[in-house]
Every structure is written in C-alpha cells, then in structure tokens.
C-alpha cells in the first residue's frame, strides 16, 4: 500500500471516528435530555414543556427517518460502486489495449 493510501485510510478513519463520537454524543444528549425533560420544571401543557417534547420528537422523528430511508441509500451507494468498477475496468482495458498488447483499435 503506497504512502498516498495510507494517508487516505488514516483520514476515512478520523473522518469516521468523528462521525461516531458526534453520534454516540448525540445518543447520549437523547437519554439524558428524555429523562430530564419532565423534570425541568414546565408545568404539563405549558409553553416550556410543549416546547421540550416538540424538540425531542423531533430529534428522535429524524434519526428514525433516517434509518427507514436507509435502504435506498445502500442501493444508491452499491449503483456508485458497481458505476466506479465498471468505468475501472474500461479504463484499465483502454490503457493494456493502447500498450501494444496484442489488441487492435
């Protein structure tokens, strides 16, 4: 593995390291602030509290949107990938049929 692909391994692994403790952080800030959001003191049907549970809802409604599309964003990452490998191997073929391997244009 060349000096170039090390650097871009070590840079997809912060980039995901990051991505990870934002999330876990974000998890975290989600259990801690479901459990305290009835103990904040607002008064039930307040302004406060209808406030409190319309952000909650909609942190959580988010996430779990995310997660119910999640299927179309595998296909459309595997149709990028099957994309990526097939103009690889045009590529490849142009380059050993340019060289003089035996193949005629």
Do not use: C, H, P, R
Not at 16 to 39: C, Q
Not at 85 to 98: D, E, G, R, T, Y
């Amino acid at each position: 593995m060349g000096k170039d692909a090390g650097d871009a391994l070590k840079g997809a692994e912060a980039v995901f390291l990051a991505l990870l403790t934002i999330g876990l952080m974000g998890l975290l800030f989600l259990i801690i602030y479901g459990n305290l959001s009835n103990n904040l003191g607002f008064a039930v049907d307040s302004l406060g509290y209808n406030n409190t549970e319309n952000v909650i809802s909609n942190l959580t409604t988010g996430a779990t949107q995310f997660f119910t599309f999640s299927n179309v964003w595998f296909i459309l990452t595997a149709i990028t990938i099957l994309i990526a490998i097939v103009l690889s191997v045009i590529v490849l073929v142009k380059k050993s049929s340019s060289g003089g391997g035996g193949f005629s244009n």
